[in-house]
């Protein structure tokens, strides 16, 4: 007799009912992966992700309901979208960064994180960011989401079921740009501040994070570089200019104007922009 299951998931608590699961199938890495997805109804833009490992073939035969209750390793992954329609959230259900944030702008940056590194294996994925408890995955304009969100969700599965750590070298872990130093103006310690309490936050909520790069006192300054979703959104510079430029204007009045600084990838991004 078929039972119904009524099962309730999500961050902060009720996320909605889980209807009938329907399972799908497909290889990574020699393996043979079951998908259930549910749509949640506090987050219909949502997807939440059952991933389950089967070593046999002949399991992929059973029922759904005999996969979802005979799997021995499953989590639930969340996905989020962001104001970048190339950028999506995904949930792991479990802590990503113990502190900070940490991006991944290219393959050679993730060289030191076996995540990022095989999240960077999955053609199509442009770039990876880390934030406290969600990885950020943007892709290229012409890669679809229906083809990369299995081969990304199996290679979270794979990366917190192998015991992994995070980082190989735990001294390339994020830095604390905005950390307050003994030699720092009184001018800085207020632009960091406000960065870490007021406006980091809000950044890290659409996927991405800001990076403090520095203050030039002569021409009153503010220098960042934008990070994850953020880096390439297209709504990055009214953020910049209209969120942050003013808040630090308004609480610091040394500061004059933020500007963005870019990295190689973004730099090379923007020039192709203005070239077409």
């Known amino acids: 007799m078929k039972r119904s299951l009524a099962k309730l998931f999500g ?14 199938t497909y290889r ?5 992966y079951t998908r259930f997805l549910y749509v949640s109804s506090r987050n219909p833009n949502g997807l939440a992700s059952n991933l389950s490992l089967n070593n046999s073939l002949s399991r992929l035969q059973q029922s759904p309901w005999t996969l979802f209750a005979g799997q021995r390793r499953n989590m639930f992954i969340q996905t989020q ?10 949930y792991p259900g479990k802590p990503v960064m113990e502190v900070g944030s ?6 050679r940056s993730a060289m030191n994180a ?5 999240l960077y294996g999955i053609d199509g994925v442009t770039r990876v960011f880390f934030g406290a408890d969600f990885v950020t995955v943007t892709k290229s ?7 990369l969100k299995p081969e990304i969700f199996a290679a979270i599965m794979d990366f917190y079921s192998s015991g992994e750590p995070l980082f190989l070298d735990s001294a390339a872990a994020a830095a604390k740009d905005t950390a307050i130093h003994d030699d720092d103006t009184e001018t800085v310690a207020m632009i960091k501040e406000l ?30 570089r934008m990070q994850g979703a953020c880096s390439g959104c297209p709504s990055s510079s009214v953020t910049l200019k209209s969120g942050i430029e003013n808040m630090l204007m308004h609480y ?17 991004a923007e020039a192709t922009v203005k070239t077409e």
């Open 11 to 24: 961050r902060g608590g009720f996320v909605g009912k889980i209807l009938e699961p329907q399972a799908n």
């Open 28 to 32: 990574y890495n020699n393996h043979i």
């Open 81 to 90: 979208s962001t104001p970048n329609p190339l950028s999506l959230m995904f």
């Open 102 to 107: 940490s991006d991944f702008p290219n393959a």
């Open 114 to 118: 076996p995540l990022a590194k095989a």
């Open 141 to 147: 304009e012409a890669a679809s989401w229906d083809f």
């Open 195 to 224: 960065l870490e309490t007021r406006i980091r936050p809000s950044v890290q909520d659409d996927g991405g994070d800001i990076e403090y790069i520095g203050f030039d006192p002569d021409s009153g300054i503010v220098k960042l």
């Open 252 to 268: 610091v009045p040394e500061v004059k104007a933020v500007e963005q600084e870019f990295d190689d990838e973004d730099e090379d």
